[in-house]
């Protein structure tokens, strides 16, 4: 409506509130003004906030006293349930207040439980906060040696070219600046910078400070933010909360019992200075990255032992390259190592010397093959000699299974000693960086000359054929190919000269490793004839059994522990679940692939929940130490965090009575009189499975069965809201829990996953030490809580990263300050009768019909989960509606109807609510409404009536279009306007429409994508030489925008609105539209009567059926 369809109340929403054009409350110069004033615009841009924030104290203390949140089991009067509607959002950690980042993903919950309720659905958000696990115990830990070291408060170290900084005031000020200037990171700083008093800080050295601190906080900041949440239902998690620990413990002893647990020793992620196992929510960098397993093989350096290696005469001394490929051995020519990297030569207890990078030592030491460690002493290495690549260039080697006797260690400057041991054995004929770097030292003496290289060492080794690949034709249209040394044919295919070119290199690697592993045979071998992907295992295997070979694993990515160390993978006696198991998997994998069961609101998501439940296996479940749950069998181990909050959201339908609210530790009484020593896995199993009241319980059974009964009603959960990233983890740990749990009753397992990407700032990333953050408090007081709802919901709702806008957040708060004073003084016009009222005009009609096709669409968006569009549809469009009524009926000199006004008031509100609950309450009540518009219902529409949106389309495109025109006449003091209208498509234009007629999908109503419908008709005009491509791509185009709007009726070849009588009825709106408020003689002239058209004729032939001409006299 109006022509625009930019963000939703962001920068293209024209003609908005006021009367302006711009931006959501006002044009450029208001824009900027408000972003400069925090809020608002203008210099009463203060005013305004703090008019809409005291507002949302008195909505949201009304709320208080009313506890609309606060929802139970409802029942229609035959005793079946109530449509109930129950999302959740993971627990947020408590290691500081909450963010514009938590806020961003937690709307996309908190809009759909306020959609779903004007729904018709009774809907519960509830709402924990997570305190498991190593992140708070680092922090303190951090705090309590910092304290050690500096004093308390602590007097932090100062670079000497900072000693300026030493002048600074003592205290806080003096702390901040000396953390900055001695370039560190000090806890205390952190603390500070989150305003706590410093003289609490210390307090934080201990956890339990943590939890008793930041979960109230939590609280307070959703509530400012009118989050619709049940605070009953809320708790902190861990041991100190007695009730949520037997519920964890309850959950752990069911997996046990169904076999989904088990120990032994496992590679995991590992922490060694904190001597346990780091999980994806230890860390401080590398959350989902797992141990990625490598072959080390054994290159024996052959006696005697050449240069710095002759200190080790008389042991067996090895280079260990880690790969990735196993079979390949076979096309070994020569072993890379950096020249300026350091390297170690360490003894391991089978005897063995081992050359390799530091880093991968320490990970080795770590590890153990069949329950036997590789290290002397586990965990520590023994160095025996330390190293350079320059000291091991050039020496001989016995490679195994490698068609040369000996073969030589050779240099390679791309070589990162960060990644597998530093060592790298050569394959040119299946790795493009091996065929490139060995070609260019045969190709250069100089370079052989600088690293000491004789022509021995590099000439006389060629590519040796071992893999056959053959990639088939696809049918895109990508070539097939085969070749048996796949990496010289795409090096030769890309012309990659040198090993600089990196991009052509991974362009080949690419090529050759993926079609490798699928079409790849061997061609030499043991294994010759087999296919890559089976032979692999196998060769890999038989290198280990002779002693050629070790099994390595490290992280596949960068890890570092929240204490800062950079982890590695070890193999540690460890609890784990058996996630992977096949029919557990295939269970979890049947139920996200039936949308019967399952929605996960896109295919992207879809396919990313597939691809994890196909590479998620065995997870660590258990720590030595950390904040959490003891395992119930095994005392000394602390569930970690992500095991312990896979089924918690059965224990929101039942913390109301365990727990209730203000009572977040579960330390004060319980509402239902109920201890946590009574729970026991009787009471859990008749609550959450059915089972028989427990012969020695405690709890009156009328008890047990009231929090049955609200689990039954309300499980199973239908929306759980995350980030993206947690699919690789927790959400489909969660889906593995569900169906262990509740085997038996598959009708219980999540309904649906809504996924979303990050959210940046003003297009940059946040980063609190860039400044470029918003704390959700801070948001709140800047712009106020619904204008940072709206550009929350107008930031995007994709996989891909969002961006919250601050010039949207502040035109947000200009919007709803306007629009607010606009109910005011329609509800005062209808107090004193100065609306319209009786029959409607056209107009009225058309835009009543409007407002049901927005309200309609609006609903199909929030459906889908996608709240800018629906924003768009429900809020910016729908005001763009109603100012061009509001204009209508100003340049026409009537007042509006009220049936329009009214309607289209009560509508826009309700619509609002999920997004600007505060706002949509004022205006409900402003308007006489009684009661909350919490309880309002979603509007009631009429079918679209298609031509009326037509007629309506064609007035708003006509006036756009005329007005355009007229801009450009230079006729001053115009008397009369002349309006020509054509009432027939041309032949070529009847053509085109049929053809996109047949395009049509009347299942969907509507027309492919521009894209597709365009390369269609592309190749029907190819049929018919007479065809312009051009001419029928720019009509096709227009006319498709046409049918996204209005429907099928666009398509059809006669022209079924009644052009003159539409731009008849609006002719003082057209003249004083076109020509700056001025009341002219205007003339609509049918072009089919040629004869008696006055005026140029290039002005009238310029007009088309739906698109008139203007000529001004």
Known sequence: SGGSKGKAGGKAAAASSGGSKGKAGGGGKAAAAAAANGGGGGGGGQTRLRHIRANEQRIQAEWEK??????????????????????????????????????????????????????????????????????????????????????????FPVEESTAASSKASSGKKKAKVAAKASGSSYQWQTLVKMNIPEEEVAEFAEPIKWLNFFPPFGMKDLKKFGAAIDWRRSFITTAVNPFYNAFVEWQFRQLKQSDKISFGKRPCIYSPL????????????????????????KLRVKEPLPGKLGALAGQNVFLAPATLRPETMYGQTNCFVLPDGDYGAFKWANGDVLVMSHRSAKGLAHQSYQNVDYAE???????????????????????????????????????????????????????????VALKELQAKPEFRAKFNLTDEMVMPYHVVPIINITVPATDKGEDGWSSDQAAEFWSEKLGIKTAGERQKLDEAKR????????????????????????AKTKEKLDMVDAGEA????????????????????????????????????????????????????????????????????????SRLFGLGTQLPWDEKWVIESLSDSTIYMAYYTIANHLQ??????????????????????????????????????????????????????????????????????????????????????PELWPRGYYTNGHVNLNNAKMSKSTGN???????????????????????????????????????????????????????????????????????????????????????????????????????????????????????????????????????????LSPICPHFAEVVWGMLGNSGSVLRATWPETQP??????????????????????????????PKRVHIYIADQYTDWKVDTLKQMQTLWNPSTRSLPEKKQLLSALTSWVAEDASRNKKLVMQFASFMADEAKQVGFSALETEILVDQRAILEESREYISKHLINNLTLDVVFISISDTASIVGPEKKWRASEPMKPSVFLE
């Open 511 to 534: 090529k050759t490793y993926n079609t490798g592993f699928t079409f790849g045979v061997m061609l030499v071998g043991k294994y010759k004839g087999e296919k890559v992907n089976v």
């Open 377 to 435: 002493k586990w965990g520590e290495t023994n160095c025996l000699l330390e190293l350079k690549g320059w000291d091991i260039l050039g020496i001989p080697l016995s490679a195994p299974r490698a068609p040369y006797d000996t073969v030589y260690t050779l240099p390679l400057l791309s070589i990162s000693m960060g990644k597998g041991t530093g060592v790298v054995t050569s394959v040119p004929s299946d790795a493009p960086d091996d065929y």
């Open 66 to 155: 009313a506890r609309p949140f606060e929802v139970n089991p409802c029942f229609n009067e035959d005793g079946s349930p109530k449509p109930k509607f129950m999302v959740t959002f993971p627990y947020p950690y408590m290691n500081g207040r909450l963010h514009l980042g938590h806020a961003f993903s937690l709307t996309k919950a908190e809009f759909a439980t306020g959609y779903k309720r004007i729904k018709g659905f009774n809907a519960l958000f509830p709402f924990g906060f997570h305190c498991t696990g190593m992140p708070i115990q680092a922090a303190a830990n951090k705090l309590k040696a910092e304290i050690a070291k500096y004093g308390n408060p602590p007097q």
């Open 660 to 745: 209730g609210p203000d009572n977040l530790s579960g330390d004060k009484p319980s509402p239902s009189g109920i201890t946590a020593d009574q729970l026991n896995d009787g009471v859990f199993n008749y609550i959450f499975l059915r089972g028989p009241y427990p012969a020695s319980c405690t709890i009156p059974e009328a008890k047990l069965e009231a929090m049955r009964a609200e689990f039954e009603y309300w499980y199973p959960m239908d929306l759980r809201v995350s980030g993206k990233d947690l699919i690789g983890n927790h959400l489909t740990m969660a889906l593995y829990n569900h169906a262990a749990i509740w085997k038996d009753r």
């Open 550 to 621: 070790l099994i390595y694993n490290e992280p596949e990515g960068f890890v570092k522990s929240r204490t800062g160390e950079e982890c590695v993978v070890a193999m540690t006696d460890q609890w784990y679940l058996r996630y992977g198991e096949e029919e557990w998997k295939q269970s979890v994998l049947s139920h996200v692939n039936d949308p019967s069961k399952f929605q996960p609101y896109s295919q992207e998501i879809l396919d990313r929940f597939n691809f994890t439940l196909g590479w998620l296996k065995e997870w660590a479940c």
């Open 773 to 911: 953050f918003l704390m959700l408090e801070e948001a709140v007081e800047k712009f106020s809580a619904d204008a940072t709802r709206y550009a929350l919901a107008d930031a995007g709702d994709s996989l891909e990263d969002a961006n919250f806008e601050t010039d949207v957040a502040n035109s947000a708060t200009m919007m709803l300050y306007l629009e607010e004073q606009f109910a005011a003084d329609v509800a005062e016009q209808r107090k004193q009768g100065k609306l319209r009222s009786g029959e409607l005009f056209k107009v009225d009609q058309q835009v009543l019909n409007e407002m049901n096709r927005l309200i309609d669409e609006a609903d199909g968006f929030f459906e889908r989960m996608l709240w800018r569009d629906g924003v768009n549809a429900g809020s910016s469009l729908y005001r763009n509606l109603r100012d061009f009524y509001r204009e209508w009926c100003s340049k026409m000199g009537v007042p509006m109807h009220a049936d329009v006004i009214i309607r289209w008031l009560e509508t826009s509100v309700v619509m």
């Open 274 to 297: 904190d001597g346990q196992v780091c999980a994806d929510h230890d860390r401080a960098e590398g959350e989902g990255v797992g141990p990625q397993e490598y072959t080390l093989i």
């Open 944 to 973: 679209v009536d298609p031509r009326s949106a037509r007629e309506l389309q064609f007035l708003l495109k006509s006036v756009k279009h005329l007005r355009g025109i007229a801009s450009k006449e230079k006729v001053k003091n």
